[in-house]
């Protein structure tokens, strides 16, 4: 009986121990994920979804997409084109250019990178297909866009201003009706100890050929003048107030030299109003010279860009093999440039063309002007301009929505004494504007077609009316000091620049107009 009942006592004991167990292993397994850090990690993602991606943004992918070719464009892009070149050291006055019959198919804009780094070290990088080197004499050669592989796409970023108000720049509303009711082009020129706007030698976007205090203008007077309307006041220039109503948006100059001259000066003004320089940027890496034809400068605080694209004519140019097998430039007179690809995704654009017409071939007419596939013996440079500007604002009232600021800057007139660009024409030693004589009412023949041809098309475009002004001022001209020569005993002024302008100077008062434009549409 004892041996029995120790039996039963073993097997109890043996029952308890694997219930024991037993109870230890599932408490092992239902409770193992905490124990494994794999496990663990896993459990946590699921209690956070992923986010969701906003597509609200004002600024998308598709409208800043420079891989998109425009639907709206109304010409062919598949022409065999390509670009005249000089050997003159002013590129806005071409000589007879050299010519390569070798030609290929135009290609249209393609490709786009990110280019938010504003240090991109890219400077062995070959030349824009787009831009020829003035500085050479370089052969005509086809061009395509494929300079857009740098276009960037704009994203917000930087701080964000939701009014005028808090920039400190808010115009009030009577001075913008005041300028809706003026005509901002009739006035005078009138000293203000205020300017420049920035002081000289200390904007590293203006180019040599302008730069005429660093390259060693002795008088500084030509810097100190306002332009003053009869009937109104211009709103002092305010690079904030100007950055916060481009936010979001493209500025694009085209056209010749000229344009590029005030690009420089626009560039100068807005950064004058940024605290912090480095914020500013030219996407590509591209130091400004007259060599390329396209620059794009980022503002990253304002999400907005000024950009330049050279058209030397608006329409296009091109080239033809004539019969004994020499190729030839031609310039389509009734066909729109092919940078125009680019002008569609600008919000706001100032064209200008007129300079390149006045020499060489573009003035002699012969075997150059073309329609459709006819290119003309003989042709007239005047009736071949007005044509031009039909055709260019003819394609800006079809492709351009309303929505759209577009501006035509007028003709900036020149002052060589003695001659013109290539033949001895000088300005040298003027440091006064002109106040008096035939040449401040003056007003050219191209100025009259622009306004008949805005006229008739009822185009959306503003005149900027410069060429009145302009007449005034044949102190601003580079002259001599369009290169350094600081280090010379003796100046050369055999060939003088008195068709640009030196910065700061007077195309600082073109972008005061766009600037009161802005204003005066404020509502």
């Not at 086809?142 to 857009?148: A, C, F, M, Q, T």
Request: hydrophobic share 30%.
């Amino acid at each position: 009986m004892v041996a029995s009942s120790l039996h039963f006592t073993r097997n109890k004991l043996l029952t308890f121990s694997l219930l024991v167990l037993l109870s230890l292993l599932c408490f092992l397994l239902f409770n193992r994920s905490p124990l494994d850090p794999k496990l663990r990690d896993l459990s946590l993602i699921s209690q956070f979804p992923a986010p969701l991606l906003d597509s609200r943004s004002p600024l998308s992918h598709d409208e800043f997409d420079d891989t998109k070719q425009p639907t709206s464009i109304s010409f062919d892009i598949q022409e065999k084109t390509a670009p005249l070149s000089s050997k003159s050291d002013l590129d806005d006055e071409p000589s007879e250019p050299s010519i390569s019959s070798n030609e290929e198919n135009e290609v249209p804009t393609s490709s786009k990178s990110n280019l938010d780094d504003k240090s991109p070290q890219n400077a062995s990088e070959p030349l824009d297909p787009l831009e020829t080197d003035e500085e050479k004499t370089a052969l005509i050669t086809p061009e395509s866009n494929s300079d857009d592989r740098n276009s960037t796409e704009l994203e917000e970023s930087g701080p964000k201003v939701e009014s005028l108000e808090e920039t400190g720049g808010l115009i009030d509303n009577a001075v913008a009706e005041k300028l809706r009711n003026c005509d901002m082009y009739s006035g005078k020129w009138v000293k203000d100890e205020g300017y420049p706007l920035y002081r000289a030698g200390s904007c590293p976007y203006v180019d040599e050929a302008f730069d005429c205090q660093s390259n060693g203008r002795p008088d500084f007077g030509y810097t100190q003048w306002r332009w003053k309307p009869h009937g109104c006041e211009l709103p002092r220039f305010s690079a904030t107030d100007f950055l916060v109503r481009l936010r979001g948006k493209r500025l694009m100059l085209v056209g010749d030299s000229m344009n590029r001259n005030q690009f420089e000066s626009l560039l100068c003004l807005l950064r004058e109003g940024l605290p912090d320089k480095s914020k500013m940027y030219e996407t590509h890496g591209y130091k400004i010279t007259k060599g390329r034809g396209y620059f794009m400068f980022k503002f990253e605080d304002y999400n907005c860009t000024v950009e330049f694209v050279r058209s030397h004519f608006l329409v296009r140019e091109g080239v033809r093999v004539n019969a004994q097998g020499s190729s030839n430039p031609t310039l389509s007179i009734d066909r729109i440039d092919k940078t125009a690809a680019r002008w569609l995704r600008a919000d706001i654009l100032v064209f200008n063309t007129g300079h390149w017409w006045t020499h060489g071939k573009t003035s002699r007419g012969k075997n150059y002007y073309k329609e459709g596939d006819y290119v003309y013996p003989k042709f007239d440079a005047v009736e071949a301009y007005r044509r031009a500007i039909r055709t260019w604002a003819t394609w800006i009232k079809k492709n351009m929505s309303r929505e759209k600021l577009v501006f035509y800057r007028g003709y900036s007139s020149a002052h060589f004494r003695g001659g013109d660009w290539d033949s001895g024409g000088s300005c040298n030693g003027e440091t006064e504007p002109v106040v008096q004589g035939a040449i401040i009412d003056s007003y050219p023949q191209k100025m009259t077609i622009v306004e008949e041809i805005l006229k008739e098309t009822r185009v959306q475009a503003v005149l900027l009316n410069v060429t009145r002004l302009t007449n005034f001022r044949k102190d601003g001209h580079p002259s001599v000091y369009g290169k350094n020569v600081t280090q010379l005993k003796k100046v050369s002024t055999r060939r003088q620049d008195c068709s640009h302008w030196c910065l700061p100077g007077v195309p600082d008062a073109w972008n005061e107009f766009i600037y009161a434009t802005l204003v005066a549409r404020q509502t």
